[in-house]
């Protein structure tokens, strides 16, 4: 048994989203996902959005036992990566990817979340694996994700070419390679995504 919390970024995923198409394809198969409305999403507050985490995280942990999967789009990164030292052992999750993470300074709405304080040790004792996901043209990252997020961090990272923000507009509503990532087991999703993207 796998339990899922898909977590949207800044101004929501909307309906066209690969969330909200990964979230009914996982639905469809039976699988228990968590897809919630973060606080006021077209402004947040990171210490609102944290309490948010750590409740959905909470939730999971107390639904049962089997694989828990995390996956982050935009600002949620930027949340997990704020809030991770600071999650529960018990709610510890196995599995987490972070898809498209905004550099600093890329928007004046989004500067409370920053800087993150996020370290190596944070991300490693939140998590049994986090995967970075990344374009190499996303207008929220202009220094790039790897060099922003994955080096710093020690992530490894997974780049898709031409892929701007991984969002709608930029042609990600289905996503069949994050669909099969979510639904690998652990260790098989360790490895990259599958290259159909």
């Given amino acids: 048994m796998?339990?899922?919390?898909?977590l949207h970024g800044w101004q929501g995923s909307g309906p066209e989203h690969w969330q909200s198409w990964l979230a009914q394809r996982l639905r469809d198969?039976?699988?228990?996902?968590?897809?919630?409305?973060?606080?006021?999403?077209?402004?947040?507050?990171?210490?609102?959005?944290a309490a948010a985490l750590h409740g959905e995280l909470a939730a999971l942990a107390a639904a049962g036992g089997g694989e828990?999967?995390?996956?982050?789009?935009?600002?949620?990164?930027?949340?997990?990566?704020?809030?991770a030292a600071r999650i529960e052992p018990a709610h510890r999750v196995d599995r987490v990817v972070l898809a498209a993470p905004p550099a600093p300074g890329v928007a004046p709405e989004l500067a409370?979340?920053?800087?993150?304080?996020?370290?190596?040790?944070?991300l490693a004792a939140a998590a049994g694996a986090t995967?970075?996901?990344?374009a190499d043209d996303d207008p929220y990252c202009p220094g790039g994700a790897d060099a922003v997020w994955g080096v710093p961090l020690g992530l490894t990272g997974?780049?898709?070419?031409?892929?701007?923000?991984?969002?709608?507009?930029?042609?990600?509503g289905p996503w069949p390679a994050?669909?099969?990532?979510?639904?690998?087991?652990?260790?098989?999703?360790?490895?990259?995504?599958?290259?159909?993207?």
């Fill in 29 to 49: 198969r039976g699988e228990h996902v968590s897809y919630p409305i973060l606080p006021d999403p077209d402004e947040p507050d990171p210490d609102r959005w």
């Fill in 2 to 6: 796998r339990r899922f919390l898909i």
């Fill in 112 to 122: 409370a979340f920053f800087p993150t304080g996020a370290d190596r040790e944070g």
């Fill in 178 to 197: 994050m669909e099969a990532w979510a639904l690998a087991s652990a260790r098989r999703s360790r490895r990259s995504l599958p290259s159909s993207i």
């Fill in 131 to 134: 995967r970075l996901v990344y």
């Fill in 68 to 83: 828990r999967v995390v996956l982050c789009h935009s600002l949620a990164c930027v949340l997990w990566a704020r809030e």
């Fill in 158 to 172: 997974e780049e898709v070419p031409g892929g701007g923000h991984l969002n709608a507009d930029a042609g990600f």
